[in-house]
Structure formats: structure tokens, C-alpha cells
């Protein structure tokens, strides 16, 4: 079975610090790989999407991807309290041909403190 | 970026009833949607997957005479879950691509509470 692994924390950081969430997958063949956001009793919101191997920066964000280790992993600079809520590493594998599948790892719960 | 609604955003219903739950993509064609379960302090899980103009696919062990998916236009899927009971409360939320393989945005979700 694929699955996308992730601390479930809680991560704690003080404002302005910066939050580190890791996620590690089984499936060597993804090749699309997500970070969400969800804020408690919402619906995930995408946050970066990275689908070659390195680093890839959105503002605050920075995602990175090293598919030889079989590893994404989010950088939040700068946190803020708003973004404190649980982040959700996704992976897109590919089963029974060309059906597409987004895997979800448990979700980092992250609290930034002011 | 891509847009999903939801309707409606939650709904209480009596065990035995059934209850439909919509969603759209309000400014793409979505062939391919998804419909996910939640319960609390758990994570996203793939209910199924639903093909405009073909039948749904179902994960292991969904019930899919239970959960009923009709994906009739590019626009619009729908999730009726039939003889509900207290076990399928939980938060339904639906998602789509804009392009089959990469990212998928989430509807607001529905939450469901069946008495």
C-alpha cells in the first residue's frame, strides 16, 4: 500500500521562528507532490505544489523535494500565529493504469506562538 | 485559481433518509472529481474517484450501492449517501484538478450529522 508518512507533532515555534514539517512517501514512482493547509473544521487549502527535485519558494514558502530519498519537506519563514493549523503532505500515485490518486500523510499540526 | 462550491455546506438528517451533496467546479471543466471523508482528528480519506460520463470508482471497502456518484456534466458531481446512519457523519469534501495528475482543489466541504 502507498503511503505518505508524516510527524504528527504538535510543532510548536515561537513568531517569527521558522517551521520545519517533513513527509516521506513509498511510492518511488510519484512524481507530483503537494503541501495543504487546514485550518480546524475547514477543507484543505493548497499551499505549493513541487514536482522536480529541489527547492521551490512562495513567499514565506519553501518547498523541497528529493525523490532519492523519497522526501518533501516544508519551510514556513517568518511564522505567523494565522498559520498556525495542520499541514497535509500529498502525493499523486498512479494506479490501475491511468487512474490518478492523491495519497494524504496524518497532517503535521502546527502552533505558532505570539 | 481554480474554484469548487459545495452545496449545501452542512445538513442534519434522520437515520433511514438519504442525502444528496453537490459539487462544482465554478470556473473549469473537471472530467475527473473526488470525493473524501473526514472524521475528526483524522486525515483525508479517498472515498472514490468520479469520471464525467462513466462510473465512479470506488476505494476498498466504500459501499458504492451506500454512496452513490453521479458525475453527469464537466461541471458538476454528485455524492448521495442512501440509508444514512449516526456512523456516516463526518465531513464530506469534494475536490478536482484543473489538469488530471496535478493539483486538486477542495470544495468548503459538507458536513453531514445523521440523528
Known amino acids: 500500500q502507498k503511503e505518505v508518512e508524516q510527524n504528527s507533532g504538535p510543532l510548536s515555534v515561537p513568531e517569527g521562528a521558522i517551521a520545519s514539517l517533513n513527509c516521506t512517501y513509498s511510492?518511488?514512482?510519484?512524481?507530483?507532490f503537494f503541501w495543504y493547509r487546514q485550518y480546524s473544521g475547514k477543507s484543505p487549502e493548497l499551499i505549493m505544489s513541487?514536482?522536480?527535485?529541489g527547492d521551490k519558494e512562495d513567499g514565506r514558502f519553501t518547498a523541497q523535494l528529493n525523490k532519492a530519498s523519497q522526501y518533501v519537506s516544508l519551510l514556513i519563514r517568518d511564522s505567523q500565529p494565522s498559520d498556525s493549523a495542520t499541514y497535509l503532505c500529498?502525493?499523486?500515485?498512479?494506479?490501475?493504469?491511468?487512474?490518478?490518486?492523491?495519497?494524504f500523510g496524518k497532517g503535521t499540526l502546527l502552533t505558532v506562538n505570539p | 485559481g481554480a474554484v469548487v462550491s459545495q452545496h449545501p455546506s452542512w445538513v442534519i438528517c434522520k437515520s433511514g433518509t438519504s442525502v444528496k451533496i453537490e459539487c462544482r467546479s465554478l470556473?473549469?471543466?473537471?472530467?475527473?472529481m473526488f470525493w473524501y471523508r473526514q472524521f475528526p482528528k483524522q486525515s483525508l480519506m479517498l472515498m472514490a474517484t468520479?469520471?464525467?460520463?462513466?462510473?465512479?470508482?470506488?476505494e476498498q471497502g466504500v459501499e458504492k450501492d451506500k454512496f452513490l456518484i453521479n458525475h453527469a456534466s464537466l461541471t458538476l458531481s454528485t455524492l448521495t449517501v442512501t440509508s444514512a446512519h449516526p456512523e456516516d457523519s463526518s465531513f464530506y469534501i469534494c475536490?478536482?484538478?484543473?489538469?488530471?495528475?496535478?493539483?486538486?482543489?477542495f470544495g468548503p466541504g459538507t458536513r453531514l450529522t445523521v440523528t
Open positions: 475536490s478536482a484538478p484543473l489538469e488530471v495528475g496535478y493539483e486538486q482543489y
Open positions: 511510492d518511488r514512482g510519484s512524481q507530483s
Open positions: 513541487i514536482y522536480s527535485n
Open positions: 500529498a502525493v499523486i500515485s498512479i494506479s490501475g493504469g491511468s487512474n490518478y490518486k492523491l495519497t
Open positions: 470556473d473549469f471543466q473537471a472530467t475527473t
Open positions: 468520479s469520471n464525467e460520463g462513466s462510473k465512479a470508482t470506488y
